[in-house]
């Protein structure tokens, strides 16, 4: 075989051994009465303490009618997040949570410095002058993370078969994120997982995004 005929030939069985190991955990989350929910925040981390990658992607939480969004964002340690400011009024945000304590000033536009979240845990958002902003960062060790959507489920990619631990948070359940064994067999597609969390009770004004958040 020509050299480059063999390079060529070698890099696709590299890409299709590497496609091969790939794969995915499929979580469901449901409340205790079955109810699908949605902003669930999901990761997993391999058994073994094995060294997981650094994929650091930038964020970004809008500040636009009054709110936060997204609600709920996740992040690898050491990301980065921005905070642009769309309302026709300044904001002042900040954060008294342990994993990150932060305050920005009175501001408009992108004026704002971004922030980088280099410690695991939850952080809550505020505004200082409109008391029912809020928002939710969960920073995770592990880049292998998602989000459930409005029927529950999420979408885990994961580099390859084995044993790891699923985490499941939302911001208004009732205790800290359920973790459960996850075994990823090679050859078998998408791993089929499903969580129950219970939940808080609902909060007395309906528009509010949350009571808080479980730490």
């Given at each position: 075989?020509?050299?480059?005929?063999?390079?060529?030939?070698?890099?696709?069985?590299?890409?299709?051994?590497?496609?091969?190991?790939?794969?995915?955990?499929?979580?469901?989350?449901?409340?205790?009465?079955?109810?699908?929910?949605?902003?669930?925040?999901?990761?997993?981390?391999?058994?073994?303490?094995?060294?997981?990658?650094?994929?650091?992607?930038?964020?970004?939480?809008?500040?636009?009618?009054?709110?936060?969004?997204?609600?709920?964002?996740?992040?690898?340690?050491?990301?980065?997040?921005?905070?642009?400011?769309?309302?026709?009024?300044?904001?002042?945000?900040?954060?008294?949570?342990?994993?990150?304590?932060?305050?920005?000033?009175?501001?408009?536009?992108?004026?704002?410095?971004?922030?980088?979240?280099?410690?695991?845990?939850?952080?809550?958002?505020?505004?200082?002058?409109?008391?029912?902003?809020?928002?939710?960062?969960?920073?995770?060790?592990?880049?292998?993370?998602?989000?459930?959507?409005?029927?529950?489920?999420?979408?885990?990619?994961v580099p390859a078969a084995g044993k790891y631990?699923?985490?499941?948070?939302?911001?208004?359940?009732?205790?800290?994120?359920?973790?459960?064994?996850?075994?990823?067999?090679?050859?078998?597609?998408?791993?089929?997982?499903?969580?129950?969390?219970?939940?808080?009770?609902?909060?007395?004004?309906?528009?509010?995004?949350?009571?808080?958040?479980?730490?």
């Amino acid at each position: 075989m020509k050299p480059l005929l063999r390079l060529i030939s070698c890099a696709g069985m590299s890409l299709a051994s590497a496609a091969a190991a790939a794969t995915a955990i499929t979580v469901q989350v449901n409340d205790s009465s079955g109810k699908p929910l949605a902003d669930v925040v999901v990761a997993a981390e391999p058994d073994g303490g094995a060294a997981v990658p650094k994929t650091l992607k930038a964020a970004e939480i809008e500040q636009r009618g009054l709110r936060f969004l997204p609600l709920v964002s996740v992040i690898q340690t050491g990301s980065r997040v921005s905070f642009p400011n769309y309302d026709k009024v300044k904001h002042h945000i900040y954060s008294f949570s342990p994993a990150k304590k932060f305050d920005q000033k009175l501001y408009s536009g992108v004026a704002a410095t971004p922030q980088v979240f280099d410690k695991a845990g939850i952080v809550v958002l505020g505004c200082n002058i409109h008391d029912r902003m809020l928002a939710y960062i969960k920073v995770v060790d592990t880049p292998f993370f998602a989000k459930t959507d409005a029927a529950g489920v999420a979408r885990i990619e994961v580099p390859a078969a084995g044993k790891y631990t699923l985490s499941s948070w939302h911001f208004n359940m009732a205790g800290a994120a359920v973790e459960q064994a996850v075994a990823v067999k090679p050859g078998e597609g998408a791993t089929a997982a499903s969580v129950k969390l219970t939940m808080k009770p609902p909060a007395p004004d309906a528009d509010s995004p949350g009571a808080g958040a479980s730490y």
